[in-house]
């Protein structure tokens, strides 16, 4: 009789396990399933020098570029949609203290998918003739090329391959087989290119319990898991809860008044606790 | 707000916005008045218009309002749930979407525009939020309509920013640059609708209670203007206006 891994792990040994200055990719959408009990623990752990990637960046980041934890920031777009922007990482880049690297959304879920396939490069026409363009190609992250086959301009994108992702789940098996529900956005890309892919699951089942036909993280790409039920919180997680609007509204006017607010809105909200079900009794509170 | 008040500036928005679909269309569609537009659309004229979110829905029918498309309200009835590769990269990259319908914080005269930044009085740039999948919508659809407010420091010869390519850039036209589709035909306002070809950009209709001359002057782009004359936009019906508040915007979060 064989036996399966167990890869869960608590959320603190999760956070723990990326060193300071790793290349991080966060797989939440906007205002839509961010690993917001990771990014608390991360604040916690005092982690510096992060590089991170997300394609659509969300709340997570910004709580790690409020909280000092990253230097570098690869993105396509970043927002809480209608609730308002990203405050810390807008004034981050105003600042010069966060170094800002943009692509188009296809163009950076492509590098992902080229480091998940372990391509040399990808192609695409996306960001020809855009202001995208001249700083990747000053920075050598894109040529301009033509098609070999009939001459056709486009682009030349390198694989990208994060140390690290963090998808956060509705369930998985302790083997790490994981289960999105909803729609995927950059989730599959993000997790397959990742070195070493994380995951946070609002339930754990034992190995055998989920249909594979279900599985859109295998367990084979995962590394560990962390069991944090409502651990997107304030953010929505499709079939589970919503996002919360007044604890949204509440942090988008603390970030958006300025950084000693924002950094208010930490010491409440995340230095002030030493676990995500503390902050999540406060933000009922 | 019309002249007599029975309309707000972002309900002709959204009307006017929605005529630009057609019944048929694949839209690919961006957060806010271009939601607003696009199901107005296809509750109304277009109901076989086939609407996409870049985050990963597939012809979704909501049907109460949201916050935005990281919303889950907003994939309610959706036919299927994919991925970012399977929207910007199958749908529109692979050629498969007829319309992109998305909004901008500034154009230019061959309808490229920016959602990236933009720079205030001071000299500062101020960021907004990026491309997101806008440039790879603008860059692969076959046609784009921008939905926007209108304010004349909107319009710019030069963009502080260019995020997403429209009919030209530059002097090069989008088949020299490697793009398909003929780019922007269309931005819409809450005062009128600009469309444009590859002679460049035309008042073509202006809303009721606006004159064309007023427009003209707070539209800082060269502007054509049609034989015949700027129409009125047809203002809204009883029946686009009862499904603005009772169902697509019933808070005013995107059209008051």
Redesign the interface.
């Known amino acids: 009789m064989s036996t399966r891994p167990d890869r869960v792990v608590s959320l603190r040994e999760l956070a723990a396990g990326i060193p300071d200055g790793s290349h991080v990719a966060l797989a939440g959408f906007a205002i839509t399933r961010n690993a917001v009990a990771f990014a608390h623990e991360l604040i916690r752990a005092g982690t510096s020098g992060l590089s991170v990637t997300q394609v659509f960046s969300g709340m997570e980041t910004d709580l790690l570029v409020a909280g000092g934890a990253v230097d570098r920031l690869t993105y396509a777009s970043g927002s809480l949609d209608r609730f308002g922007l990203l405050h810390a990482v807008n004034r981050g880049v105003a600042t010069g203290r966060l170094e800002l690297i943009e692509y188009s959304g296809l163009a950076l879920a492509l590098r992902l998918h080229a480091g998940a396939l372990g391509l040399p490069f990808v192609t695409t026409r996306s960001m020809l003739g855009s202001d995208l363009l001249a700083p990747l190609v000053a920075a050598g992250q894109v040529e301009q090329i033509e098609s070999p086959f009939d001459g056709a301009p486009c682009l030349a994108l390198p694989p990208l391959r994060p140390d690290f992702s963090v998808v956060h789940v509705d369930v998985a098996d302790r083997a790490g087989n994981a289960v999105v529900d909803g729609p995927l956005w950059s989730i599959p890309e993000t997790a397959r290119a990742s070195k070493v892919a994380l995951l946070v699951a609002e339930e754990i089942v034992d190995v055998g319990e989920l249909d594979p036909s279900r599985v859109t993280i295998p367990g084979s790409l995962v590394h560990a898991v962390a069991h944090v039920p409502r651990g997107g919180h304030p953010t929505a997680v499709y079939g589970r809860y919503d996002y919360d609007a007044a604890h949204l509204r509440s942090y988008v006017a603390a970030a958006g008044t300025g950084a000693e607010e924002h950094d208010a809105y930490l010491d409440r909200f995340v230095r002030g606790v030493s676990t995500f079900d503390e902050y999540l009794a406060l933000a009922a509170a | 707000m019309s002249a007599d008040g029975r309309w707000t500036g972002g309900e002709m928005l959204a009307v006017a916005g929605s005529l630009q679909v057609h019944d048929g269309d694949v839209a690919v569609i961006g ?2 008045l271009p939601q607003m537009a696009a199901l107005l659309a296809q509750r109304t004229h277009a109901p076989d218009a086939r609407l996409l ?5 597939f012809e979704p029918m909501p049907t109460e309002p949201s ?6 309200r907003m ?1 309610r009835g ?1 036919t299927a ?5 399977e929207v ?2 199958v749908m ?2 692979g050629g498969r979407v007829s319309l992109g319908l998305l909004g901008a914080l500034q154009v230019d005269p061959w309808g ?1 525009f920016n ?2 930044e933009v720079e205030e009085a001071d000299g ?13 919508i603008s ?2 659809a076959g046609r784009i309509v921008i939905v926007m407010t209108h304010q004349a420091r909107k319009f710019a010869e030069t ?1 502080t ?5 429209g009919r030209q ?1 530059g002097d ?1 036209s ?1 088949a020299d ?4 589709g003929e780019g922007t035909c269309a931005v819409v306002t809450d005062r009128c609708v600009i469309t444009l070809d590859d002679h460049g950009a035309t008042l073509e209709s202006v809303h009721p209670g606006e004159h064309p001359d007023a427009v003209l002057a707070d539209t800082p782009i060269p502007l054509a203007v049609p034989d015949g004359g700027t129409k009125e936009t047809p203002a809204p019906t009883a029946r686009q206006l009862a499904f603005i508040r009772n169902e697509l915007d019933p808070n005013g ?2 059209t008051s």
């Open positions: 957060l806010g979110l870049e985050i990963g829905v916050a935005g498309i990281a919303d889950p994939w959706a749930f994919g991925t970012t590769l910007l990269g529109a990259h490229s959602t990236t500062r740039r101020r960021r907004f939020r990026g491309s997101g999948g806008g440039n790879d860059s692969n963009l920013f260019l995020t997403s390519p850039v090069r989008r640059l490697g793009l398909p979060w995107y």
